[in-house]
C-alpha cells in the first residue's frame, strides 16, 4: 500500500516568516494533491501536480514534485495569520486504483 | 454549479445502531468516492463507487457498504456501528477519463459529522 509521510506534523511560524512542508510517498505515483482544511471543515483544493518538475503559485503557496525523490514541497512566503489550517498532500497510484492516498496533514498557526 | 452536497452535515447514533449517509456528486462528475477521517487525521479511503457498481474498496470491514444511483448520487451505509466509526465523512466526486477509472479532479463534499455514542 501506497504510504504518504508529511512532516512537520505542527508548525507555529511568525508572520513574514518563510517555511517549507514536505511530503515524501513511497511509490511512483503520476500526481499528488495538496488539501487546504480548516477546523471542522472539508477539503479545500489548492494544487494538482501531474509531472515530475511541476511547480504551481498560488498568492503565498508555492508547491513542487520530483517524482524521482517521490517528494513534494509546499513552500509558504511571508506567513499571513490567514494561512493558519491543517495541509494534506494526497497521492494517486499509478496504475488501476483511482482513490487517494493522504498523508497525516501538517498542522500550521501563523502568530501574529 | 453546485458542488458536492452531503446530508446529513452532523449525526448522533448509538453503537450498535445503522446510519445511512449520502452524498450528491458535482454536476458533470460520475464518480464518486467515500473518505473517513477520523479526529486529527488524513482522511482514508473507503471506497468507489462508478456506474453504479463498487469500483474499488479501501481495508474497511464489510459493515461498510454503498450504493451508486442511475443519478450519480451515492449513500454510504454503516451497520453496527462501533465508538471508533466516530469521524468526519466525505464524499468527493470527480469525472471518469474516457473509462479509464482514473479522474483527475476531486471535489470533495463538506462531510458528515458522526458520532457514535
Known amino acids: 500500500e501506497l504510504k504518504v509521510e508529511q512532516n512537520p506534523l505542527f508548525l507555529s511560524m511568525q508572520e513574514g516568516k518563510n517555511y517549507t512542508i514536505y511530503c515524501n510517498y513511497s511509490?511512483?505515483?503520476?500526481?499528488l494533491y495538496w488539501y487546504r482544511q480548516d477546523p471542522g471543515k472539508s477539503l479545500e483544493s489548492l494544487f494538482v501536480?501531474?509531472?515530475?518538475?511541476a511547480v504551481k503559485q498560488e498568492g503565498r503557496l508555492m508547491a513542487s514534485l520530483d517524482t524521482k525523490a517521490r517528494l513534494s514541497t509546499l513552500h509558504i512566503t511571508a506567513a499571513v495569520h490567514d494561512l493558519s489550517a491543517t495541509y494534506f498532500c494526497?497521492?494517486?497510484?499509478?496504475?488501476?486504483?483511482?482513490?487517494?492516498?493522504f498523508g497525516t496533514g501538517t498542522r500550521l498557526t501563523v502568530i501574529p | 454549479d453546485a458542488g458536492v452536497t452531503q446530508s446529513p452535515t452532523h449525526l448522533i447514533k448509538t453503537r450498535g445502531q445503522q446510519v445511512t449517509l449520502r452524498c450528491s456528486p458535482k454536476?458533470?462528475?460520475?464518480?464518486v468516492s467515500w473518505y473517513q477521517q477520523a479526529l486529527g487525521q488524513g482522511p482514508q479511503f473507503i471506497f468507489q463507487?462508478?456506474?453504479?457498481?463498487?469500483?474499488q474498496r479501501g481495508n474497511f470491514p464489510d459493515r461498510f457498504s454503498g450504493h451508486q444511483f442511475p443519478n450519480y448520487s451515492s449513500e454510504l451505509n454503516v451497520n453496527a456501528l462501533l465508538l471508533g466509526d466516530s469521524a468526519l465523512y466525505l464524499c468527493?466526486?470527480?469525472?471518469?477519463?474516457?473509462?479509464?477509472?482514473?479522474?483527475?479532479?476531486?471535489?470533495f463534499g463538506s462531510g458528515t459529522r458522526l458520532t457514535v455514542v
Open positions: 468527493a466526486s470527480s469525472r471518469d477519463q474516457s473509462g479509464t477509472g482514473r479522474g483527475y479532479g476531486y471535489t
Open positions: 511509490t511512483t505515483s503520476d500526481r
Open positions: 501536480l501531474l509531472s515530475n518538475g
Open positions: 494526497a497521492v494517486g497510484q499509478q496504475t488501476g486504483a483511482n482513490n487517494l492516498f
Open positions: 454536476s458533470g462528475h460520475d464518480t
Open positions: 463507487y462508478y456506474e453504479e457498481e463498487e469500483r
